[in-house]
């Protein structure tokens, strides 16, 4: 049902406190909330990563990671040591209250939104990113 709204607004900080935001600024956008202790988003971080190295992210899309629910008691605790351990190089947001993951409707992990260069939400889906379609639908929001 979000498809077609406009995308939250986001502003918080990396795991160093420095700002960062999610925002209509023209450009597409992709954000990967990840949980530090859920198996899924363990195997997807070094897939999105690679596909990172690879340059599979278009020219002018914005990617942006969001740690949400945080649990300091759960496994691979602390989910900036796990991220730098994977060698992560995406723009990370930190939702230590889960209200960014409330915001965009997150069900499950790893969860993904795409939002145009409008701010409007393209798509959400959950898992894992099968980068060919993805790749298209990002080249097609660049292209409009």
């Known amino acids: 049902p979000a498809v077609g709204q406009p995308a939250p607004a986001v502003t918080g900080a990396d795991f160093d406190g ?6 209509a600024d023209g450009r597409p956008k992709v954000v990967l909330f990840l949980a530090h202790w859920c198996p899924h988003c363990q195997e997807e971080v070094p897939r999105v990563q690679a596909w990172v190295n690879a340059g ?9 990671s969001v740690a949400t629910a945080i649990d300091p008691a759960a496994p691979n605790y602390p989910p900036d040591a796990w991220l730098t351990r994977e060698g992560w190089t995406l723009p990370v947001i930190v939702d230590p209250t889960n209200s960014i993951s409330t915001a965009y409707g997150l069900t499950a992990f790893p969860f993904w939104a795409i939002i145009g260069p409008d701010g409007t939400v393209q798509g959400r889906f959950v898992g894992s990113a099968t980068f060919d379609d993805l790749e298209t639908q990002l080249r097609a929001l660049v292209a409009s």
């Open 18 to 23: 420095a700002p960062t935001a999610i925002d």
């Open 56 to 64: 599979g992210v278009p020219e002018g899309v914005d990617l942006v």
